[in-house]
């Protein structure tokens, strides 16, 4: 990777400030590196930025771009979430991305946070049907642009996370294949790029990329684009390739 734009601080979720991710981004030999922490969401999940942190974060990403701007190009975003009110700063880009479902009842179902949390969803929200799950995970993402201004799409396929560890569903079911084909037909439209994210093969989670090799060739066939992003938690996998 020759730039980052899929990058967390400890603005939200990661481990180090982001001068210590320029500094390494410059060691790396990278044009650019854009900051995408989590924008602050509806509710407390413990990840995601606090509200009344953005104006900080904004300034510091500014702050950087100058003192910077002779050895790399910085890019101040944030990584919305289909449920992260629309931030008051301006910013160069927006990755859109789908954590959490909202139920009726208000409860928070986490894509990708623990596996007995995904499996207690579709038991108690989804009648134990998990392509209906995948169905609504993927019905939302394909909404992100028009609900967040993305730019870039976040790890289209989260939904496949804990695959490789215990396989909860077949990824040649039609219930799959037409929900993740609908979405990318709704992105479209509005938003051809979708990245490329190693952040769970750094993380150990996974030996392949989002999203899965035949959804890539889809959005490729369809018009789409695509870029490499880490999304990093800290310096050390900035611009983490694929093995
Ligand atoms: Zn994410
Ligand atoms: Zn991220």
Known sequence: MKGDLHVHTLFSDGKN?????????????????????????????????????????????????EKY?????????????????????ELDYRIGSVHYLEMADGHHVPIDWKIDMLKHGVDTYFGGDIYALIE?????????????????????????IFQEREHLFDETHPRYISAWQKAVDNILP???LFEINTGAISRGYRTTPYPAPTIQAYILEKGGKLICNSDSHNKDTLGFEAP
């Open 17 to 65: 400030t982001p001068e210590e991710m320029v500094l390494t981004a410059i060691e790396k030999g990278f044009s650019y590196i854009g900051f995408s922490d989590h924008a602050p969401m509806t509710f407390d999940d413990g990840c995601a930025m606090k509200a009344e942190k953005l104006p900080e974060y904004a300034a510091e990403i500014n702050r950087l771009k």
């Open 190 to 192: 509005h938003c051809k």
């Open 69 to 89: 701007k002779d050895q790399i190009t910085i890019y101040l975003g944030l990584e919305m979430d289909s449920l992260s009110p629309l931030p008051a700063v």
């Open 136 to 160: 609504a995970y993927y019905e939302r993402i394909g909404q992100i642009v028009q609900l967040t201004g993305a730019d870039i799409i976040g790890h289209f396929d989260l939904v496949t």
